[in-house]
């Protein structure tokens, strides 16, 4: 099959969930199908560094994100029913290349890569052939904005950013249920999100294919329990400006961290992710290292004694747990944190939702390193067992082949767990 698929940012380097979720499907449709890239590329990144890309696809086209003002982004909050994600992401230079590229090859597939880029498929298009539509939604977005708001209401300081998860919930699920109508087919990443946006439509043809991950990259390796012993560090992961992981790490600073350093005082927390925002910065000190964009993550997965993942919003599935859960790094979460994932508590991770639980159950895993070693080797276990990339892109690949078989005039929308 010749596949085109649109992105909002580069899938490389894969330094972020979405970009990484999108290369590695690249990568395994690559082998068997012609692959095709048209990409957002952010205002004055040039993008040199494309890695295995121009191997992997026949052409990648790229398109600079326009440029998109605060005071813009304020305006529009207000005056516009269109979301605020969807506006940041509009440019009239992506709409023409796409269609230049849909007249001059008959695609067969078209893979949307989350909601924002939805808006360049969600009208009527002069097509070369009859592409099937595939919107692959990374979060279900509307519950992300619904579960911001819902946690900020809670706190006075928060108000004015409740407010605004408030309009774009609104404005989020109006949008999203049109967008997924316009898709032949939807894919979600957990039933979680598939039955949230069955609830805009009962009649959408939802798939779930969830989130993976590369365990030849993610090798995973015994635990040393002396040296976690000796220097116990715990690491948060994650882009650092991204609202739910922004709220989770300054929860956990603030409301976790304390009890733990009562009992563990040579205890170090290492938050490490591109573009820590200021309130981010601010929580440096001796004992908590903010490290902004790395090349590899390895090695903090590697030292670490736990990977901490105290999320309260959110949505979609978490690659940063998986990733850990592969390298044989132990996982201690909120309950939201590994949600639509196969994570059974005390087998696979450590769960608790409130900030003394959390606290506990880190501290079990540095007194007890049995037990730390025990969930190390299940979680990679079940890694190798369900989230392998080389075993869930041809999942995705059998979604085509079977909705491509339908006439697109016979089509009675369902759901289906592949």
């Not at 994932?341 to 450590?350: F, I, N, Q, S, T």
Request: glycine share 4%.
């Amino acid at each position: 099959m010749r596949i085109l698929v649109l992105t909002s940012q580069p899938p490389y380097p894969p330094h972020q969930g979405a970009a990484a979720r999108n290369l590695n499907i690249i990568r395994h449709l690559a082998g068997r199908h012609e692959m095709h890239l048209l990409t957002l590329v952010s205002t004055g990144q040039s993008w040199s560094d494309r890695g295995p890309l121009p191997e992997l696809c026949a052409s990648v086209t790229t398109v600079p994100t326009p440029p998109y003002s605060m005071l813009k982004r304020l305006i529009n909050v207000f005056a516009s029913t269109s979301p605020d994600l969807i506006q940041r992401h509009w440019s009239p230079h992506l709409k023409a290349a796409l269609l230049r590229l849909t007249q001059s090859l008959p695609f067969d597939v078209i893979q949307v890569e989350n909601l924002e880029m939805a808006q360049y498929v969600a009208g009527p298009m002069k097509l070369a052939g009859r592409p099937l539509v595939v919107l692959d939604e990374h979060n279900a977005e509307y519950v992300l904005q619904q579960r911001a708001f819902h946690t900020d209401l809670r706190r006075p300081s928060k108000w004015i950013a409740a407010f605004y998860s408030y309009l774009q919930w609104k404005k989020l699920r109006r949008f999203e249920q049109h967008a997924c109508r316009a898709a032949d087919m939807v894919i979600a990443v957990s039933e979680a999100d598939q039955q949230a946006l069955l609830d805009l439509d009962s009649r959408l043809d939802v798939r779930v294919v969830p989130n993976g991950v590369d365990t030849d990259y993610f090798v995973y390796r015994e635990r040393d329990a002396s040296s976690f012993i000796k220097r116990p560090s715990i690491v948060f992961t994650g882009t650092m400006d991204f609202r739910p992981n922004v709220d989770g790490v300054l929860w956990f600073c603030q409301d976790v961290l304390p009890h733990l350093r009562r009992r563990v005082p040579n205890l170090r927390l290492y938050i490490v992710g591109k573009r820590p925002n200021r309130a981010v910065r601010g929580l440096i000190s001796e004992y908590i290292t903010v490290t902004g964009a790395v090349e590899d993550v390895r090695p903090y997965f590697k030292n670490a004694t736990a990977c901490v993942v105290p999320l309260r919003m959110g949505g979609g599935t978490r690659l940063k747990v998986l990733e850990a859960m592969a390298s044989g790094t132990p996982v201690v979460s909120t309950n939201l944190g590994v949600e639509g994932l196969e994570v059974r508590d005390g087998v696979h991770a450590l769960l608790a939702d409130d900030p003394a639980g959390l606290a506990s159950r880190v501290l079990e895993l540095i007194v007890d390193r049995q037990c730390a070693q025990t969930l190390s080797t299940t979680a990679r276990a079940l890694v190798e067992e369900k989230y392998d990339w080389r075993l869930i892109v041809p999942r995705l690949e059998d979604c085509y082949v079977e909705r491509r078989t339908i006439p697109a005039d016979k089509v009675e929308r369902t759901t289906q767990r592949t």
